[in-house]
């Protein structure tokens, strides 16, 4: 009967040793198997979020850059879009500009060039002008024809039409160049000698003019956007994050 007892308890022993061992192998496999679901989905996660980031851009060619910056005319668009175009912070600072330069040009000699006679020697108008040389400098880039830097400007801030906002501006340069040759201090910009001439230009180049350079910068500036698509990302970028940043107002 011992020996029996004795042989009942090994096998009891033989058969708890072999379920625990049994367990220990199930606990096992159950780990790999969360260790290989859990780097699985970070696998997926990641190829997820890298799936998500857009691609970086691919660079054109020059010669693409340069067709893709041509815009075809759309005259009842751009005609239509007049409002747009004359409330663009461009054609306005240009303007504002245009007027402070002709303005501090006639504040600056109007009433020394009262005192000159008409037709006398340029020898005096440069007395006139003296060592203040700055206002008639910035008055002959801003109203001498074609006025090339404002419609520059127009040209880098029109978000369309910037051939029509250039149209414009010469119109509005002209008649400012045309008041300010009926003062003393217009006579700088002639030489002393008859405005028909400065007239006659102003009327024939410089709304013509201020729409080619204006043209002509808003295409370089599409050219700067295509050849380098980093650079156009990275402007809407920002106004995308300027606008998430307002917050409505609550009244």
Do not use: C
């Amino acid at each position: 009967m011992a020996r029996a007892k004795r042989t009942d308890r090994t096998e009891a022993r033989r058969r708890y040793r072999a379920e625990q061992a049994a367990l220990a192998d199930d606990e096992i496999l159950d780990d790999e198997e969360l260790d290989s679901s859990e780097s699985a989905s970070s696998r997926s996660g990641s190829s997820k979020t890298a799936s998500s980031r857009p691609a970086p851009a691919q660079r054109p060619s020059i010669t693409a850059a340069f067709r893709g910056a041509v815009r075809p005319l759309d005259l009842r668009g751009d005609l239509a879009a007049i409002p747009r175009v004359v409330t663009n912070w461009g054609f306005l600072l240009a303007i504002a500009l245009t007027v402070v330069a002709a303005g501090w040009f006639v504040l600056a000699y109007n009433e020394a060039m009262a005192a000159v006679q008409p037709g006398a020697p340029v020898s005096e108008l440069e007395t006139v002008v003296g060592t203040n040389s700055i206002p008639y400098f910035v008055a002959t880039m801003a109203l001498q024809p074609p006025p090339a830097i404002g419609a520059f400007l127009i040209g880098f801030a029109a978000k369309r039409a910037s051939w029509l906002g250039g149209l414009l501006y010469g119109i509005v340069v002209t008649i400012i160049a045309l008041i300010v040759l009926q003062l003393p201090a217009g006579r700088l910009l002639t030489g002393n000698g008859p405005a028909d001439a400065v007239i006659i230009g102003h009327a024939a180049w410089s709304p013509m003019g201020a729409a080619l350079f204006a043209s002509a910068a808003a295409w370089y500036r599409r050219f700067l956007d295509l050849s380098n698509p980093n650079r156009a990302a990275q402007r809407n970028q920002k106004k995308t994050q300027g606008r998430g940043d307002m917050k409505p107002v609550r009244r």
